[in-house]
């Protein structure tokens, strides 16, 4: 038996970085999403095979790549991380081949980690015949999560694994919010690499050198994240566009964007999207832009003509799914 | 005998936009000069004659241009009215010939058309022999300056009456700001022409559509440049520069930046400016970055490189000067 469990990834539409002073942060889960499949080994090795070509083998402390990837080890411990405190939890020790494929592009702020780990300890847990509930899994995924970033928040794993739409506070933790419109989305990747650390550094010292100025902001960005959820609920996506341009101006100001970024947000702009911003750590990485479903075609289409590589997205409402193969 | 006068051109440091509600904007006059001669005619006409190579005679109500360009009279009316502002108000009728030389760029924002009024009114008052004082030649000048803009906040006409550094706050006027250090200052030009009315009215439509958003924001701009102030004051330059880019930041943020002022923006900083953002109206015209003397050049060159016009300058303390010439 095949023990199969899909995750999807992430966009945050509102709020990041001002998350990390308290403020709330709107997240979405889209229609990108990892996929893993698990069936028993008759050893007591982990084998864990990427479809990007990472192959390694893990018994005991030990790890062997297979292919000539050096990274591979990296890559592929939080998979193992995973799978392991699904062990702990349930406390059976199984050998394991493990088959990761995904959707989602990688270290860009798309939450593929989480994804990979939410659907790792689904389907490790159905091997197991372990009944995970949703918020198991959230917490075991966590785990896997410290091995990625430092201090994680917990709002990755849980809107792979929840699905739809999430408020979160530091905090106060996760509020999941229903009755949230369609949204099509255009992600945009600029293709350059990001260090989320070194930026969540570079915003607390402006934070330090200018608490005048930036705290206020940081409270403006909390209410703008407020504003926009209820927009959301009433179903206005232009003003929630809106906010999410007025949301990319607060990110200009503390310093987290760039050219690129900036680049396809314009793009995004022109060709018609509702509102479009820089999403996650910024300095690289993603833009997001709201369309409406006959525009989301043009703005794909313009954010590719400037530079970036485009992702069509909408949120989905599904958050981990669990089924046997045989 | 010729009277001469010469004004300094402005740019504004901190504030645009956000002085419409009331907050506070820090003002420059720049090494930019408009310069005007003036002498008496035998006969009644008006001629102004601009370095542009926009020529014309006033003759009671009629106007004759001399060349081919069609838009010289709106160019030249406010040349006289200026100088009419003068006759009227010291009580003689004169024809003059006005001669016009200009270092100051054109309607991109830099205050070339109120350099050029308060250089005719005190070069006019002088051939006149009237005894005007610094503020009469403000006062007299908003007169033009009401031609050229609808609604003129009167803080162009001080400027470059006063020279120096200037705080605007509507409904307070102006305050003259004394011991601000010296500014390098490299300005590029996008050579977009913008529309102010239009941008302005952008940002009123904002600010009522996400009133709990924006007014809050205009309420920080006024906070930031309190804090710019308290920065020059203090002769902090980098605080001064890091304020000037969280500011341009909350202008993102009102819709009034786009891709080719973020362009020089990313430029400038790049080369090591200290602070850089769009200044005036946005839409087009200029950006400003504060250099040190050491980086000046090649923020100049970088913006340059993007396909801007550098203009090196610095602030000046030298506002309207006065002179005769045989």
């Not at 979160?168 to 989305?185: D, F």
Request: proline content about 3%; charged content about 20%.
């Amino acid at each position: 038996m095949k023990a199969c469990a899909s995750a999807p990834g992430k966009t945050i539409l509102t709020g990041e970085h001002f998350v990390v002073y308290g403020e709330p942060a709107l997240v979405v889960a889209i229609d990108r999403r990892v996929t893993v499949k698990v069936t028993e080994r008759r050893d007591e090795t982990l084998r864990v095979a990427s479809d990007l070509g990472i192959i390694g083998v893990f018994e005991g402390n030990s790890f062997k790549a297979e292919g000539c990837r050096t990274d591979s080890r990296s890559f592929l411990e939080p998979v193992r991380i995973a799978a392991e405190a699904v062990m702990d939890r349930v406390g059976i020790k199984r050998g394991l081949d493990v088959e990761v494929r995904s959707t989602i592009p990688v270290a860009v702020g798309l939450g593929s980690s989480s994804a990979t780990s939410v659907a790792t300890v689904a389907s490790v847990g159905k091997i197991l015949g372990a009944d995970l509930s949703q918020g198991n899994i959230a917490d075991l995924s966590l785990a896997a999560e410290k091995f990625v970033h430092i201090n994680p928040s917990g709002v990755d794993p849980a809107i792979s694994t929840y699905g739809g739409a999430i408020l979160y506070k530091r905090g106060e933790g996760i509020k999941r919010l229903q009755s949230i419109p369609n949204l099509p989305l255009v992600i945009g990747n600029t293709g350059l690499s990001r260090n989320t650390g070194r930026l969540v550094q570079f915003v607390g010292e402006r934070r330090e050198r200018l608490p005048s100025v930036v705290d206020p902001l940081i409270g403006l960005a909390g209410t703008l994240t407020r504003k926009a959820v209820e927009a959301l609920l009433e179903g206005d996506l232009e003003k929630f566009g809106e906010l999410m341009d007025v949301n990319h101006g607060f990110l200009v100001s503390i310093g987290v964007s760039n050219e690129a970024l900036d680049r396809l947000v314009y793009a995004a702009k022109r060709a018609g999207a509702l509102g479009a911003k820089l999403t996650g750590a910024g300095g690289g990485g993603c833009i997001v832009a709201l369309c409406t479903l006959e525009t989301q075609a043009q703005v794909a289409e313009a954010i590719q003509g400037a530079g970036g590589t485009p992702i069509m997205a909408e949120k989905v409402e599904t958050g981990v799914q669990v089924w046997t193969e045989n």
